[in-house]
């Protein structure tokens, strides 16, 4: 076989991410909050940018010109706080505007819960070394208040003995919130049995010896062996599920509280529903004119070839965020025409829908409609929802009208609400009544929208 070497032109076809391609993928996926910190990281970064402030200044005009000016305060506030001896205030201005926010949004987080122990452990009348045990214990309790860990390896740790440890325990079992410091469930559930004024006379003796059997709703076998009557044995699971089997997430934090902006916000205006993508608290952006006019004048030198790529750089990104906008309000647009009687009557009319369904309305590909949907929500007459609640599976009817999941199980929800307690529906029932509604299920797909809703089968929803 004989080997060379030659030369050959082909011409391929194939797609490139560009960085500015990149960006605006990644815009189109942001959501409002995201994408204002996204342009606030711009304008620091490109010096050409800047916010187009025309209309605020143009506001502001227009209100000076109808507001009265105020005659300026005869009373020389900051002399005669120096001449009583007392310094202005730096912190806190003293401000006659009535929109300045109060003092309540100043304020910092909450406690978490060791903050909300040691606290109440410094207020106990304890020796030096108790409360050094003490605070060794609340360092080992979890988020939900629960004592981790085997008393002989805490002993060994902290180097005493462990009826010390047991003793201090006690103490910090009696802390707010009730039943925090205990060892395990049953425990917990007594600690709060014997803090409540009125416990039901049953709750002790059922949760020490039968707290499974009330997991799974075995009335008559917990009656039976306690020989009580199963409506008292009833009344004392009811009180017992009312008791926080988790009771440190009461006190202190429990993660970052996310606030939601819409991205999206329909309303219904004379029968029709108007789509607006909510730009409120994103800035207006522009191109600084003294860079452009800087650019012409030598375009070969070092400095326009910066300005240039800064230039170029800020127009993609302002076509970026204006594509941004275009692509949202139409697939938002799309879906309220769409899912037109859920927005009228409620979420049992919640047709189900897919992302191709949409991209073929609106004639782009289905993962652009994946990025405009992600990370977003849209409110509504009706509430708010993540764009991605609207593309939901589901079933057909006896008439061929597609029923979405989320519709069902409002069905079922309702079904179950309605039913006698005494006498709760079966999964089978559950498909039967159904069925009578127009919605054909099955058994097993009833089992799983029930699950996915927490709700428990017959056998546990059941009273006497």
């Known amino acids: 076989m004989r080997m060379s070497y030659h030369l050959k032109l082909e011409q391929t076809q194939k797609l490139v991410m560009t960085p500015e391609l990149q960006q605006a993928i990644n815009l189109l996926q942001y959501s409002a909050l995201e994408l204002q910190t996204y342009v606030q990281n711009q304008l620091l970064e490109n010096p050409v940018l800047e916010i187009d402030e025309s209309e605020d200044t143009e506001k502001k005009t227009d209100e000076s010109v109808e507001e009265p000016v105020q005659e300026k305060d005869s009373i020389d506030w900051e002399e005669y706080l120096k001449d009583e001896g007392m310094e202005p ?25 060791q903050e909300h122990l040691l606290f109440q452990l410094g207020l106990c009348s304890l020796t030096p070394t108790e409360k050094h045990i003490g605070e060794f214990i609340i360092g080992n309790l979890d988020q939900h208040g629960y004592l981790k860990g085997d008393f002989k390896e805490l002993a060994m740790l902290i180097g005493a003995e462990p009826r010390e440890i047991l003793g201090v325990l006690e103490v910090i079992q009696k802390f707010d919130p009730v039943g925090v410091g205990a060892r395990d469930l049953q425990e917990c559930l007594l600690l709060q049995i014997q803090e409540h004024n009125s416990p039901h006379p049953l709750a002790k003796p059922i949760v020490r010896t039968h707290l499974a059997d009330v997991a799974d709703n075995k009335i008559k076998k917990i009656a039976s062996e306690l020989r009580a009557g199963a409506a008292d044995v009833q009344a004392a699971v009811d009180f017992i599920r009312t008791l926080d089997p988790k009771p440190g997430r009461l006190a202190g934090d429990v993660g970052d509280v996310r606030y939601v902006v819409p991205d999206v916000v329909v309303e219904k205006v004379d029968g029709e529903y108007v789509v607006i993508v909510n730009e409120q608290n994103i800035p207006r952006l522009a191109v600084n004119p003294y860079y452009r006019s800087l ?27 204006e594509q941004r906008r275009i692509t949202v309000y139409r697939v938002t647009e799309c879906i309220t025409r769409i899912q037109r009687d859920f927005f009228d009557q409620g979420i049992k009319h919640l047709r189900p829908m897919t992302l191709r369904q949409i991209a073929d309305e609106i004639g782009v590909h289905e993962s652009t409609v994946s990025r405009a949907t992600a990370n977003k929500f849209v409110q509504t007459p009706r509430g708010l929802f993540p764009l991605k609640f609207f593309f939901a599976s589901g079933v057909d009817d006896y008439h061929g009208t597609a029923v979405s999941s ?6 079922l929800k309702e079904l179950i609400e309605a039913e006698n307690v005494q006498r709760p529906l079966s999964d089978q029932k559950l498909m039967e009544l159904l069925s009578k509604r127009g919605i054909v299920v099955s058994r097993r797909t009833v089992a799983k929208y029930r699950e996915e809703m927490s709700i428990p089968s017959s056998n546990k929803r059941k009273r006497l």
Not at 295 to 303: H, N, Y
Not at 316 to 321: E, V
Request: one cysteine or more.
């Open 89 to 113: 205030m730096t912190s806190f201005t003293m401000r006659q505007n009535e929109d300045a926010p109060g003092f309540d949004y100043y304020l910092s987080n909450e406690p978490t819960l």
């Open 295 to 321: 650019l012409g004048k030598d375009s070969e030198s070092v400095t326009s070839t910066f300005i240039k790529t800064r230039l170029d750089s800020a127009l993609w990104l302002l076509k970026s965020i």
């Open 406 to 411: 989320e519709s069902i199980k409002c069905h």
